[in-house]
């Protein structure tokens, strides 16, 4: 890939896509650190001199059709917020400062979904250069994703490039390497543990993902207790917490994604905090989290101090580590 910091970008129009897919409540952003990891790519285009930039993004999944609820309003204002700039709707979209346009949720529109030439055109009209600096959607054949890199030169944001970075580190990683697998996406999940089974010397099981599991190769380690609610397992229990956390304290790699327990109730945290502080023990280990459940819990609960790394990514990171490329990457080295 070709950074957008190798290439002179002044009087440029820039398309950049960021991920603007952030929680919502009641109409506002939750937790705005996907916005948050877009600012360095954004002020330095702006630093160079470039002459507007173009936002592309999505909340949701609105399958094509514009849905109210799922405009990205919220997250372009409070873009503007971070970036100290005014905030206005306009024609299309936002406005922000002077030299932004945030356009609206490009999932309104089906033929972002099909990798629709015509889409990109419209964009490529607009612009000069693209810049991808949202990884969350890199692994899907999208217009925003892989058409629009055959009409611009397409570069890759600072974002971006530290994802994969950081990532690449986990491919080959100092050893014993431990991942972490909970959640709830058991068609995402499944799949990720027995794949990455290939890489990691121990896989830890929580969530759903370990009540649907067979250990096959002795790689796999279940839970041996767990917090129960009328019938439903919701958390790793005391022993298993000590037994991950003896794993966890002899690894040199560690990486987590999904959480053990039904987070969301305050009962079941337990599980995913003290993994979360055992993860922080292993000062001389690289621990790296992903997936934005799994991120939103820690910085919530004041736990990502604990990790060297927080993917923005969620399906799109766990895709890179186990298959080594991304159809949206694979685009920008083209």
Not at 21 to 47: F, G, W
Not at 213 to 237: S, W, Y
């Amino acid at each position: 890939m070709i950074s957008v910091r190798d290439v002179d970008i002044k009087n440029k129009k820039v398309l950049l896509k960021i991920d603007g897919d952030t929680p919502m409540i009641n109409n506002r952003v939750a937790d705005d650190y996907r916005l948050q990891v877009s600012l360095p790519t954004i002020e330095y285009i702006l630093k160079k001199g470039a002459a507007e930039i173009i936002i592309l993004s999505h909340l949701g999944r609105p399958k094509g059709k514009v849905a109210p609820e799922l405009k990205m309003a919220p997250a372009a204002e409070r873009l503007a917020e971070l970036l100290k700039m005014a905030f206005r709707p306009a024609a299309g979209g936002y406005e922000i400062g002077a030299k932004i346009k945030f356009l609206e949720n490009i999932r309104f529109d089906k033929r972002e979904e099909e990798n629709n030439q015509s889409l990109a055109e419209e964009w490529a009209r607009q612009a000069d250069i693209f810049v991808q600096d949202g990884l969350a959607d890199c692994h899907r054949l999208y217009a925003s994703v892989v058409a629009i890199t055959k009409l611009l030169p397409s570069f890759a944001g600072c974002r971006l490039e530290q994802e994969i970075e950081e990532l690449d580190c986990l491919l080959n990683p100092p050893r014993p390497f431990v991942a972490i697998i909970g959640g709830d996406k058991l068609d995402d999940k499944l799949p990720l543990a027995q794949k990455i089974a290939r890489q990691a010397d121990r896989v830890l099981l929580g969530g759903m993902v370990a009540n649907a599991f067979q250990d096959d190769d002795g790689k796999f380690v279940l839970p041996i207790d767990d917090v129960e609610e009328r019938g439903n397992i919701r958390d790793i229990g005391d022993k298993t917490i000590e037994k991950f956390s003896e794993i966890i304290a002899a690894a040199k790699t560690i990486f987590w994604a999904g959480c053990l327990g039904v987070v969301e109730d305050e009962k079941f945290q337990t599980g995913s905090r003290q993994i979360a502080l055992a993860i922080g023990q292993s000062q001389a280990a690289t621990r790296v989290a992903a997936g934005g459940d799994t991120v939103g819990f820690l910085r919530q609960h004041h736990l990502d101090n604990n990790f060297t790394f927080l993917s923005a990514g969620g399906a799109a990171t766990l895709e890179y580590l186990t298959e080594g490329k991304l159809a949206g990457v694979e685009a920008l080295r083209k």
